[in-house]
């Protein structure tokens, strides 16, 4: 069993970056698909960027496409998210989650491990 937790959150104005890590006790990040979803207030959590265990594949939602970066150092058992070129519209609570399943998935309901989250804010 692993315990993602997250940390990097913070207040920024738009246009800037941030980089959010998932450091995981228990089993090492290697052994799962880890992903980053968010949760705006009122909102459904939604899936953000998810990384395959080997960390050879990436998935990015089209909100995030091409401003957002997911890596992993699995000889530091950390997953970054690399947050770029942020918006408000990118406010919100930051989960990281693991999964054991064999694809990597863009669904919550597929993800077994979840951190507590960081808030991200981010004004205008």
């Known amino acids: 069993q692993v315990q993602p937790v997250e940390s990097g959150g913070g207040l920024v104005q738009a246009g800037d970056s941030l980089r959010l890590s998932c450091a995981a006790s228990g089993r090492t990040l290697s052994s799962y698909n880890v992903g980053w979803f968010r949760q705006a207030p009122g909102a459904e959590r939604e899936f953000g960027a998810a990384?395959?265990?080997?960390?050879?594949?990436?998935y990015y939602a089209d909100s995030v496409k091409d401003r957002f970066t997911i890596s992993k150092d699995n000889a530091k058992n950390t997953v970054y998210l690399q947050m770029n070129s942020l918006k408000p519209e990118d406010t919100a609570v930051y989960y990281c989650?693991?999964?054991?399943?064999?694809?990597?998935?863009?669904?919550?309901?597929?993800?077994?491990?979840w951190g507590q989250g960081t808030q991200v804010t981010v004004s205008s």
């Open positions: 990384i395959s265990r080997a960390a050879v594949r990436s």
């Open positions: 989650a693991a999964s054991y399943r064999a694809i990597v998935a863009t669904t919550s309901s597929e993800y077994d491990y």
